[in-house]
């Protein structure tokens, strides 16, 4: 299987001034096309050309889990998206929420701080377990929530060259600006309860 990066269901502007046309540019037109390019270069005439992307992400290490789970997580940051989506969550989720978090603007509170005190580069994630638990987890790198038997719902991108061209240095201000663009419709369908 050669692996495509789907064209976003909407324009590179579409997201400003949260994210800019250029970051998005950059961000998912090169940084994440050479993810899927070197994902599809090292698993050419091998027995991961047969695979879905989740079960390479869970069965392999170094450079092709790297490549494989960032291709992965990009996908699934940028296809949360939509700035006219739904602006909070509601049904089961919601209800989970308030229940383990208090609020949902308590959620919010430490999702981003969760994002803001990551060391370096990668990722937090909103996921939940088999009961339908939630929980706020966060990961250096390329990690990926599957790796450990959880299933991904939410997820904002720490790594400098989401924010830099936008925020410069200002991490805490890019989480916080997020939550105008998320579309709790999309995070909803995630949630399997
Ligand atoms: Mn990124």
Redo the contacts with the bound molecule.
């Keep these: 299987m050669k692996f495509q990066q789907p064209q976003l269901p909407y324009f590179p502007y579409a997201l400003e001034p949260v994210i800019s046309a250029t970051t998005i540019e950059y961000?998912y037109g090169k940084?994440e096309k050479a993810y899927i390019d070197n994902l599809n270069r090292i698993i050419k005439d091998t027995d991961y050309e047969e695979m879905p992307l989740e079960r390479i992400i869970v069965e392999s290490t170094g450079p092709l889990f790297n490549n494989a789970s960032q291709a992965w997580n990009?996908i699934f940051y940028f296809f949360q998206f939509n700035p006219d989506g739904l602006k909070a969550p509601g049904g089961k989720l919601a209800e989970k929420i308030d229940e383990q978090f208090g609020s949902f603007e308590e959620f919010q509170r430490q999702f981003e701080e969760a994002g803001a005190s990551l060391f370096g580069s990668g990722w937090v994630w909103l996921v939940n377990n088999d009961e339908g638990e939630l929980g706020i987890i966060k990961g250096s790198n390329a990690e990926n929530p599957l790796t450990r038997g959880l299933n991904p719902i939410l997820t904002f991108?720490v790594?400098e060259?989401?924010y830099y061209l936008d925020y410069h240095n200002r991490r805490a201000d890019y989480l916080h600006r997020l939550w105008d663009i998320v579309d709790w419709s999309v995070i909803e369908s995630r949630y399997p309860f």
């Design positions: 961000h940084h990009h991108d790594w060259h989401a």
